[in-house]
Every structure is written in C-alpha cells, then in structure tokens.
C-alpha cells in the first residue's frame, strides 16, 4: 500500500491518499506535489483519486524528520517493503507535464514497459 499526504494549518490529516495499490517486484515511480492549494498525488505518471483539495497554505514546519518509506516517527510497525531510491525533492511544484516528462526518462532508463 502507498501513500502520503501534507499537514497544514488548516488540516492536520497526514494522510490525504491512502490504500494506493501498485504490483509488486516491479518498477514504480510515485510523485505528490503540493503548491499551497493543491496536493496530487501521481503514480506511474497517472493523477490518482484522493482528497486534492484537502489543504491549504503553507505547510506546517514540526520538530520531526521528514520521513520516506515509513508512516512517521515512532511508528514502528507501517513500513515499506521494498527498495527506494533516486529520491528527489524539488525546490518548485511539478506540472502534470514535468511528472510525465521525468517518469518516461526514468522508465526509459530502467527499461520498463
């Protein structure tokens, strides 16, 4: 299962798109944006449904460490089972076409149908 989301002032949920399911033992290039009024969520470059227009305005700076692959300090037992690399965090919000433009590059790379 994947997931992910953004907390702001006026929503605190951590958890805007949930139960995300993608195959195992393949390729999977996941992307959430967040531009102060919008958060997509993209997984093998196609949009997915979730609560988009969940949040609004800056998000929230907390005292914990950005977390990738685990639902968040202390919990314990929600990990992801996998392998995670090529982590990227950008200093702009990514367009529909940016996401597309990075994913055929990286599935070209990884010789992925």
């Not at 969520?41 to 460490?65: A, F, R, S, W």
């Not at 089972?81 to 070209?108: M, P, Q, T, W």
Request: hydrophobic share 40%; aromatic share 10%; proline share 1%.
């Amino acid at each position: 299962m994947l997931g992910g989301g953004v907390v702001t002032s006026d929503d605190r949920a951590t958890w805007n798109y949930v139960n995300l399911v993608a195959a195992n033992q393949v390729w999977h290039h996941v992307v959430m944006t967040y531009d102060g009024e919008s958060l997509k969520y993209y997984l093998d470059n196609v949009q997915q449904e979730g609560e988009d227009d969940c949040c609004h305005g800056d998000m929230l700076i907390k005292n914990t460490p950005l977390t990738i692959g685990q639902a968040g300090v202390g919990k314990s037992n929600e990990y992801f089972y996998g392998l995670i690399d090529e982590v990227v965090i950008f200093s702009k919000v990514l367009s529909a076409d940016d996401v597309s433009i990075i994913f055929n590059k990286l599935r070209d790379r990884k010789s992925v149908v």
